[in-house]
């Protein structure tokens, strides 16, 4: 039978019972990989609804630093009998099943064309201990111990992550030392090890750090002088509120006196949590709240209200697969209209689109500046792929002579000395009027703040004249804010091309492995990294440098290709669409092979042929 | 005319407060509502109220949903920043209003379709967790501005002015308030000024979740005969159970009364509540006392008015929170980011 052959680039995928406390064991596993100096990406996969509550753990092992999913599983490591035929079948040819092999399993249950390598965790746990919480945990690091011998990790490695995550805890570490070594022994004594998958020391992964996007994003408020969070849970955002309160209690607490400098609400529903979110607002605290699609429904005539009245809000929008509940636990990019142009009415709205973590932490920060300064509602676009996942990233930065950016804001002083306060009131040319806090001064500077049109001053009116001179106003401030959102990202091919692609959020790991890909076929193509909405120049000029721009999304209604046509005035047909939307991750091969069927469909003939 | 501001000509004899300022002061633009509508009244009377504590105008913030009633904010303290939001959702906007500074006085004005039709969830919720503020139910039983259709706090049986009839059960919003935990909760009525002046006051100078339900009845839809919050049938169907005064600052009171008749509660902020009883069986600190009472005579077709209930020792939602005495939206860099050092730490720790 052949055996799959690869150093550094293969896919392991662990089958888990819910709650059975392989979540660390599997980190532990994926950590041990990168601490080699190799990447490794683990994706959390979690079906909302199925008994038994099966959930998987993937892990891509790539020599070249490549972080998208990739499909298919070269080594599986079964431990949930209730999905062992999904699981097998999942199994590229030639590739590996990993199982307990305590109880017999019939012959019929297996693959001819997979290599089975049976361990028996449970015999050897149970020989071993007699607590059943004991028996439980150790299983899966003494599977780790055992995996470790078969793909050649370094056990110190491993060794060296217990004994940080158990620092202080000296018996606990020696405890899983033993585990580990068991595991190790049993496969070193009775299996071929290595098998024909292996990690080799590298140096890939420099000062790089592994983190989630919604704790990135949670701890970017924190950083962005968020003080108000008022949220209702839905996967996948959940962990975004608790991260912002795990760095909150760390962070913002007085030492001394326990007094909070922030103030978490969990609302009794999305129209609660934005409603708190654009009172604070008003009253000027930095709020945000976390959400997903059905949420961001919910909240529609509010944003319209925080649009109309310029009212400073920060939305964290973690897309999940829709429309209605969807697929509750799958990824998308699904949002993008919805966001872009929610409410009623004339209305469109500040949108980020980060990338990975580490712009997670940025953009989440930077957020609060940018709802400050436009006075407006900012959504951060996040994903389940980005948000629920670890991922190796950029270490946070920050520089400690950044002042927070609080806008227009008169003071007290200002008004004292005479200076003229029109609420919406234009006087800077950049359609931004100035506010005031409530509260600021005795007899000047106050107003009504409604959802109703008034004039320049604050006052409510019905003349035509007014509600179209404020709402033109409103589209010069959303110009303004094309100059000042993060701009989209240029890379260009070695090559001239007439070929573009453009990309955002979550899609961008993916998309760096498709452009090798397409790179090695001979079709060359410029990238573009959408980062904000509304669009800045640089991605108009993108557009009309290139013949066919392909727009890369995960959703079925191409959404951003939408968006480009609506607000760029583009051709539509110069957009062509690449949209993956089962609710997996988008992978480098479908982006490529969109590509190339695209390509080839047009009659663009690769750039290596035609100089041929 | 959309826009009628109120002409500033300071009469030389009007009174001033403890701050200088005179009724005016405290006055909004000229109200746009129906002549006679039991809102203005309201209205007069938060003046009154607001005017008597010498509480500075721009020290209050004035939010409220949508509705005849909501739209009220505009014809008061018109030098307090106001926010007319969305139908029934004032409480939310409120909380958070109120999470961001807690030094100012938070004043919720809602109408009864507002709060307890499309907004009765906010309206709980906000009460449950002790937000610091007075919360103003403008109580006419209809949706004055979509033109008199029926709002949750409609009687069953009452009739509308096409002579409609009510079939469905009414909401009564201070039995769910002292349900729900509010600290300060009183009933009034827009034609009974005496009674609903002071009502504010205690509000005003309690700390937690206060709630006034007043009825005010809605001249234009519901004033008719067969209807019950009209002029006429809220007259005769008030049940006063006490009457209230609010004493500021710490002075003791002297008088004496005879027993049993006046009962003296002193809220955080040191004021003085002094209730005189009309009912002799009703004491307005004890929550599950006042809740039977409510309902034994709201079956007998009386409608409860006074101060129903006072906790003098309530809290709020700050002090459930631990939030700090700062301000939250006064805060700095300095006391909001950690910096970079804490980063780097950070960073070390997840590779
Ligand atoms: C979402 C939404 N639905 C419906 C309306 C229309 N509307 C405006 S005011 C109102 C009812 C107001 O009734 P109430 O709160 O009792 O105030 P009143 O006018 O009686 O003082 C309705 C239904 C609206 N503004 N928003
Ligand atoms: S319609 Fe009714 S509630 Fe509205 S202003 Fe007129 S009287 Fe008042
Ligand atoms: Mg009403």
Redesign the interface.
């Known amino acids: 039978m052949s055996q799959l052959q690869a150093v550094n680039d293969f896919v392991v995928k662990f089958a888990n019972v819910n709650g059975s406390g392989s979540a660390s064991a599997n980190k532990l596993f994926a950590q041990s990989i990168l601490r080699m100096g190799v990447t490794a990406t683990p994706r959390n996969i979690f079906p909302s609804n199925i008994q038994g509550l099966p959930t998987w753990y993937e892990v891509r092992i790539s020599e070249k630093g490549y972080m998208g999913a990739r499909g298919g599983t070269d080594l599986m490591v079964a431990m949930n009998p209730q999905t062992w035929d999904q699981d097998i079948k999942s199994i590229v040819p030639g590739g590996y099943l990993f199982y307990d092999s305590t109880r017999v399993i019939p012959p019929s249950k297996f693959r001819a064309d997979v290599n089975v390598i049976g361990v028996p965790l449970t015999a050897i746990c149970n020989a071993q201990y007699t607590l059943s919480r004991e028996r439980q945990l150790f299983k899966n690091i003494i599977y780790v111990g055992a995996l470790s011998a078969l793909l050649d990790i370094d056990p110190d490695a491993i060794k060296g992550l217990l004994a940080e995550q158990f620092r202080g805890r000296d018996k606990l570490i020696q405890a899983n030392y033993n585990a580990l070594e068991l595991g190790r022994d049993y496969a070193l004594k009775n299996l071929a090890c290595p098998i024909g998958l292996t990690v080799r020391r590298a140096d890939q992964i420099g000062d790089r750090i592994l983190f989630e996007g919604n704790a990135a994003a949670g701890l970017g408020a924190v950083y962005g002088g968020a003080t108000v969070c008022a949220w209702y849970p839905i996967t996948p955002s959940t962990s975004l509120a608790e991260g912002f309160t795990k760095y909150c209690e760390k962070f913002r607490k007085d030492k001394e006196t326990g007094e909070k400098r922030y103030a978490i609400i969990q609302a009794e529903d999305e129209l609660a949590s934005i409603g708190m979110v654009i009172g604070a607002g008003w009253n000027g605290a930095r709020a945000f709240t976390a959400t997903s699609g059905p949420g961001i429904s919910l909240m529609q005539e509010f944003l319209g209200l925080a649009y109309f009245a310029e009212i400073p809000a920060v939305l964290f929008d973690v897309q999940r697969a829709g429309p209605s509940t969807g697929m509750p636990t799958r990824t998308q990019q699904c949002d993008v209209l919805s966001a872009a142009y929610a409410s009623h009415g004339d209305t469109k709205h500040i949108l980020l689109f980060p990338e990975d973590p580490n712009e997670c932490f940025v953009m989440g920060a930077q957020a609060f500046d940018l709802a400050d300064r436009l006075q407006t509602p900012v959504f951060v676009m996040l994903d389940l792929d980005i948000g629920m996942n670890d991922r190796l990233c950029a270490p946070f930065k920050w520089d400690d002579t950044k002042r927070m950016d609080r806008g227009k804001v008169m003071t007290a002083a200002e008004l004292d000395a005479g200076r003229d306060f029109g609420r919406y009131l234009d006087v800077d040319g950049d359609g931004i009027p100035y506010r005031t806090y409530p509260g600021t001064h005795p007899t000047k500077g106050s107003f009504f703040t409604r959802g109703t049109s008034r004039d320049r001053y604050a006052r409510y009116t019905e003349e035509g004249a007014a509600y179209q001179d404020n709402m033109e106003r409103l589209l010069k401030k959303f110009r303004t804010a094309a100059t000042i959102v993060p701009p989209a990202i240029r890379r260009d091919a070695k090559d001239a091309t007439k070929l573009g692609a453009i990309y955002f959020g979550s899609t961008a790991p993916a998309m760096d492995e498709a452009i090798d890909m397409l790179a090695a076929t001979g079709i060359a193509i410029d990238a573009l990294r959408i980062r904000a909405f509304p669009f800045g120049a640089e991605v108009e000029t993108f557009i009309e440098e290139h013949d066919q721009v392909f727009v890369v999304e995960q959703n079925r209604d191409a959404q951003m290709r939408t968006l480009l046509i609506n607000e760029l005035e583009i051709n539509p047909k110069k957009l062509q669409r690449v949209l993956h939307y089962d609710g997996s991750p988008i992978t480098a091969s479908f982006i490529a092979g969109a590509i190339e069927d695209t390509a080839a469909s047009l009659k663009i003939v690769p750039l290596r042929k035609a100089v041929s | 005319m959309?826009?009628l501001p109120k002409p500033k000509l300071h009469h030389p004899k009007l009174a001033e407060n403890g701050l200088g300022f005179t009724r005016r002061d405290y006055e909004g633009s000229i109200s746009t509502l129906c002549a006679g509508c039991g809102h203005d009244s309201i209205s007069a009377a938060i003046i009154h109220a607001c005017f008597e504590l010498d509480l500075?105008?721009?020290?209050i913030?004035k939010?409220s949903g949508i509705g005849c009633s909501s739209k009220t904010?505009?014809y008061f303290l018109?030098?307090?920043?106001?926010?007319?939001?969305?139908h029934g959702?004032m409480?939310?906007?409120?909380?958070?209003?109120?999470?961001?500074?807690r030094?100012?006085i938070y004043l919720g004005v809602s109408g009864d379709g507002d709060s307890a039709s499309i907004g009765f969830?906010?309206f709980a919720?906000s009460i449950r967790?002790g937000v610091n503020m007075t919360y103003i139910v403008e109580n006419n039983g209809v949706y004055g501005l979509t033109k008199g259709q029926f709002s949750a706090t409609a009687d069953k049986g009452a009739k509308s002015k096409k002579g409609v009839a009510n079939n469905d059960e009414a909401i009564d919003l201070v039995a769910v308030a002292l349900q729900l935990g509010a600290t300060y909760v009183g009933r009034s009525f827009s034609g009974d000024k005496a009674q609903l002046i002071p009502l504010i006051k205690g509000a005003l100078a309690h700390k937690g979740a206060a709630f006034i339900d007043c009825l005010s009845p809605c001249v234009t839809f519901n004033n008719h005969e067969g209807s019950t919050k009209s002029f006429d049938y809220v007259r005769e169907h008030n049940a006063a159970v006490n009457f209230l005064d609010v004493i500021e600052g710490r002075e003791e009171i002297t008088a004496d009364y005879p027993a049993g008749s006046v009962e003296i509660v002193r809220q955080h902020d040191g004021s003085l509540l002094k209730l005189r009883k009309l009912a002799n069986d009703y004491d307005a600190t004890d929550r599950i006392a006042a809740m039977n009472f409510l309902q034994q005579h709201h079956a007998r077709g009386e409608i409860v008015t006074g101060l129903l209930y006072v906790d003098g020792e309530s809290g709020d939602m700050?002090d459930l929170?631990?939030?700090?005495?700062?301000p939250?939206?006064?805060?700095?860099?300095d006391?909001?980011?950690?910096?970079?050092a804490?980063?780097e730490k950070?960073?070390a720790s997840?590779?």
């Open positions: 959309t826009f500075p105008p721009h020290r913030a939010l904010p505009t018109g030098n307090s920043h106001g926010f007319n939001s969305v959702r409480p939310s906007v409120l909380t958070g209003a109120n999470l961001a500074n030094d100012l969830g906010q919720h967790r700050h929170l631990g939030t700090a005495q700062h939250l939206n006064g805060m700095n860099d006391m909001l980011c950690p910096g970079s804490a980063l950070l960073n997840l590779r």
